[in-house]
């Protein structure tokens, strides 16, 4: 592969954030699934509310186990086979999952979710391969433009719960599985859409350049600072799991919340469209302001736009103290809680990417999204411990222990922020 000129480099870049674009709009609905039903298939099929964060625990530990042998990968093999590779992680869990549930086998159940979550992995490695063509200017912009299309799988996810049933009695699947076929149709497209259209693979690409004279001139290889990544590293992990603890346990808070309102007259079904719009609209506000808040990064300043999440991520913790026995507060709280998370997350990510060398970038990049996901799967369980011991506003409580440490540590984050 020959170095790109700079105009033949905005061109692979334009395409190549299409292309993950694409592949995210895919691999979310996989995700809006898991999201949606971990928590209620954990409950029913442990016969017990607290265990039901065990499921959403399971899909964010897969993460922090594959994250950085993905990351390794893709340093030395490229974005392609990593995030392929993925989907093959992803394709396994839906059948595992499916599998356990015909079973009724709680464990399996534990396994397919952590596999769903390893090839979430690549979802989350999409997010970096935005930036790594991206004018510096511009890395805000185009990896928000990536997590952005993440909205319309994620939200398209939850709300296939219902025409998923539908489906899924058609083919003889488990109840509530049917949209895990909907989910296993869109991994495939996304694994055949990376292998034939991300060329030339973004990150080979970028590390030929960070060895030619002109790529310190475009700003692709510039001064370290790992004091500024570890607090990048800190933030987006500790939004996440505020973000990640709250949202695994309102499914669950909603179901006691509707068979208390409505006793023996409640069935599954209406559960199941009240926790479908919830998520979708939390999944909707994680995503489909991502570019306003890229842009904003861009212009503010990445730290600035952190801070600016952790705002959002207070009122919705809020809300969720404050007004926890109302379905319309725990809607608002659940779309500020994903607004939080996304205003944290990409100018987090942007951050970290600025503040780290070319060749310790891809490496400092798995680590933060294993750590992320690894302390969210923790936090996950202790969510359901609190869930049950202290209700839903005791978890916000808690989880406003998380947003004041990454105010307080701000200052950490200051020095190339912009």
Not at 235 to 243: E, K, N, R, T
Not at 261 to 282: F, N
Request: glycine share 12%; charged share 10%; hydrophobic share 55%.
């Amino acid at each position: 592969m020959t170095t790109l000129t700079p105009e033949r480099q905005v061109e692979v870049q334009r395409r190549t954030v299409l292309v993950l674009s694409l592949g995210q709009v895919l691999g979310g609905i996989a995700f809006g699934a898991t999201v949606s039903l971990g928590a209620l298939l954990a409950a029913d099929l442990s016969g017990n509310d607290g265990l039901s964060g065990l499921a959403t625990a399971s899909v964010t530990l897969g993460p922090a186990l594959c994250s950085i042998p993905l990351a390794r990968m893709a340093a030395r093999f490229g974005r392609r086979r990593a995030l392929t590779l993925g989907n093959v992680f992803a394709l396994t869990g839906i059948a595992i999952v499916v599998l356990a549930v015909a079973l009724r086998i709680f464990p399996l159940l534990l396994l397919g979710t952590l596999t769903i979550g390893a090839g979430n992995a690549g979802n989350l490695q999409s997010r970096f391969a935005a930036t790594d063509l991206a004018a510096p200017q511009h890395r805000g912009r185009d990896l928000s433009i990536v997590v952005w299309s993440t909205t319309i799988g994620g939200v398209a996810g939850p709300l296939l719960l219902g025409p998923g049933e539908v489906v899924g009695h058609a083919l003889g699947m488990p109840p509530q599985t049917g949209s895990y076929a909907f989910s296993f149709v869109a991994q495939c497209a996304a694994l055949i859409l990376y292998l034939v259209a991300l060329r030339p693979d973004p990150l080979l690409a970028a590390q030929k350049l960070a060895t030619a004279a002109a790529a310190a001139a475009a700003g692709i290889v510039r001064k370290d600072s790992p004091v500024v990544a570890r607090y990048a590293i800190f933030a987006v992990a500790g939004s996440h799991v505020v973000m990640a603890s709250v949202m695994a346990m309102t499914p669950v808070h909603l179901s006691h919340m509707a068979h208390a309102m409505h006793g023996m007259e409640t069935t599954p079904a209406d559960v199941s469209a009240l926790v479908g719009v919830t998520i979708a609209l939390h999944v909707g506000g994680m995503y489909a302001l991502s570019p306003l808040f890229g842009i904003l990064a861009d212009r503010w300043g990445r730290l600035r736009v952190v801070l600016l999440g952790q705002a959002l991520l207070a009122g919705a913790l809020g809300f969720a103290v404050f007004a926890n026995d109302q379905a319309w507060g725990v809607i608002v709280a659940l779309i500020l809680l994903g607004l939080g998370w996304s205003a944290a997350t990409v100018a987090g990510a942007a951050l970290l990417t600025e503040a780290s060398a070319a060749e310790l970038r891809t490496r400092r990049q798995g680590r933060s999204d294993s750590l992320m996901s690894l302390s969210a799967a923790a936090g996950a369980v202790l969510a359901g411990v609190i869930l049950s011991n202290f209700q839903y506003a005791g978890l916000g409580i808690a989880a406003s222990v998380i947003v004041v440490a990454i105010v307080v540590m701000s200052p950490f984050g200051r020095s190339g922020s912009r």
